[in-house]
């Protein structure tokens, strides 16, 4: 497997977990406000440079069959990105444009570059200025969101957390440069409280499902096996990794059952508590009605 895919086949795998994740994730990075009953359109593509160099990823996701989002995540920086996104919003924005095209109107989707890794720091945006002469200089620009510099609080914030297995990343080069018990240590607190603690703590709340919760375990896994499971160092925390990815899962999918059948049962109290108070006030009523009878036949 090329060096870049095992990243583009997790991205794209995240890209399908449930429809309530992708509102989130489309709200987070695009600072919008859909609904989570929201309908969602997937136009994949595929593509390679003139050196055959394959893309990452690639993806424009359209929302109530309306507006579009396009989301390219990268491992490094490319000189050409801008001209590469502005290609694939010209080419979606024609093959969508129906009747459109007759009143010489194109609708580009809203793009947005994902940084998940990067040696060198990522600007905060790209622009590429289209010149059509006498009628005048447009600007395009293209905004990116740079994980490596987003903590897990902030994911949670911006209910962003389906991207957390990239936080493996964060200690890739650490790591890469010595397996000392420190390292081993950092990483062994970045699995148990960055990953499985933020994937507890989003699905608590309702920003994932539990099937989320079970697919974003396994892809930490496959994340992890990748970037640090082939050293020598790593026998042991290869173990506990196994048995805490596998485990917590199973805790945080007794919990939230848990949860469930408590708010379930509080729920049912409050019902019959409600119930109850019917009651008394029907009694209530019907005593007072035996009473005004009473009273009009004297």
């Known amino acids: 497997m090329a060096v870049y895919q095992i990243y583009d086949k997790v991205f794209k795998k995240i890209l399908t977990l449930s429809s309530t994740s992708i509102i989130n994730l489309i709200n987070g990075l695009f600072d919008t406000n ?48 801008i001209f590469r996104v502005f290609d ?39 622009d590429l200025l289209l010149d059509f002469g006498s009628q005048g200089i447009f600007r395009y620009r293209v905004s990116t969101f740079k994980y490596l510099e987003t903590s897990p609080e902030e994911l949670t914030r911006r209910k962003l957390i389906i991207l957390i297995p990239f936080e493996l990343l964060k200690l890739r080069d650490a790591m890469k440069k010595e397996r000392s018990p420190e390292n081993l240590e950092a990483l062994k607190k970045l699995i148990q409280n960055d990953i499985i603690g933020s994937i507890k703590e989003n699905l608590n709340v309702g920003n994932i499902t539990v099937d989320d919760a079970r697919r974003l375990r396994r892809l930490t896994q496959q994340l992890y096996d990748h970037i640090y499971s082939h050293y020598e160092e790593m026998e042991v925390l290869n173990e506990m990794t196994d048995e805490s990815l596998m485990l917590d899962i199973d ?44 009273l009009q036949n004297l």
């Open 251 to 294: 805790v945080i999918e007794k919990e939230h059952e848990k949860q469930l059948a408590e708010l379930a049962a509080e729920k049912d109290s409050v019902i019959s508590e409600k119930d109850s108070v019917i009651s008394e006030k029907e009694a209530e009523i019907a005593l007072l009605k035996q009473q005004l009878a009473e």
């Open 34 to 81: 859909y609904p989570a009953d929201s309908t969602i359109t997937y136009n994949w593509t595929e593509f390679e440079d003139d050196t055959l160099r394959r893309i990452l990823a690639d993806t424009i996701i359209t929302i109530n069959e309306t507006d579009s989002y396009q989301l390219e995540a990268q491992m490094t920086e490319q000189e050409d990105i």
């Open 88 to 126: 694939y919003g010209y080419a979606h924005a024609r093959r969508n444009a129906g009747n459109d095209i007759f009143s010489g109107t194109l609708r580009f989707p809203e793009p947005k570059i994902i940084y998940l890794y990067t040696k060198t720091p990522a600007p905060d945006f790209y």
